[in-house]
C-alpha cells in the first residue's frame, strides 16, 4: 500500500538543488547532443556521443584536465571523484583518442595526462557546445534572469 504524500511534502521536489540538479543534468544533456552533431568532431566519437556512450562523466575530463596535462590524482581531485573512478575514465577515453599517458617531466615515477591532437579537437567542439547551450539558456530565460543565475551560482560556488 502505497502511503500517501504529506501535505508539506512538495518542497522535495522544488527545493534549490534538486532543481539545480535537474538543470545541470539538462545542461549536460544538450552539450553532448551539440557535439554529436559538430561535424569537426571525429566521426567514431560523435557516433558514442549520439549513441549515449559518452556521458556526463566523461565530460569530467574535458573541463577538468589542464592544456599541459594533469597527473592522474589532480585532475581526480579537480573533478571530486576517487582517482581510481577517474582512472577508468581516462583509460576509456585513451581508448577513444582523446588522451594520452606520458612521463612527468618533474617526477620519472609519475605520469601525465595530456590531450591528443583529436582531444583538443574534442575539447573545441566542448567549448562551442558550451556557448550554444548557455546561449539557448539565456534565450530561454531572458538575458536578466540569466545574469542573475550565473552571478548568483558564481557566489554560491564561491568562484
Request: overall charge neutral.
Amino acid at each position: 500500500m502505497q502511503a500517501l504524500p504529506h501535505p508539506d511534502d512538495a518542497w522535495r521536489q522544488t527545493h534549490l538543488g534538486r532543481l539545480m540538479g535537474h538543470a545541470l543534468r539538462r545542461f549536460d544533456e544538450r552539450v553532448l547532443t551539440l557535439m554529436a552533431h559538430n561535424i569537426e568532431v571525429p566521426l567514431a566519437l560523435s557516433n558514442l556521443a549520439a549513441r549515449a556512450q559518452v556521458s556526463a562523466a566523461h565530460i569530467h575530463i574535458t573541463r577538468h584536465l589542464a592544456l599541459e596535462g594533469s597527473r592522474l590524482t589532480d585532475l581526480a581531485a579537480s573533478a571530486g571523484m576517487s582517482k581510481q573512478a577517474m582512472a577508468d575514465l581516462v583509460t576509456q577515453c585513451e581508448a577513444w583518442g582523446l588522451v594520452r599517458r606520458e612521463p612527468d617531466p618533474l617526477d620519472a615515477r609519475a605520469r601525465r595526462v595530456c590531450f591528443t591532437a583529436t582531444g583538443l579537437t574534442w575539447l573545441q567542439a566542448f567549448r562551442d557546445a558550451v556557448a550554444q547551450a548557455e546561449a539557448e539558456f539565456r534565450q530561454a530565460v531572458g538575458v536578466e534572469v540569466a545574469t542573475v543565475v550565473a552571478l548568483g551560482l558564481e557566489a554560491y560556488a564561491g568562484a
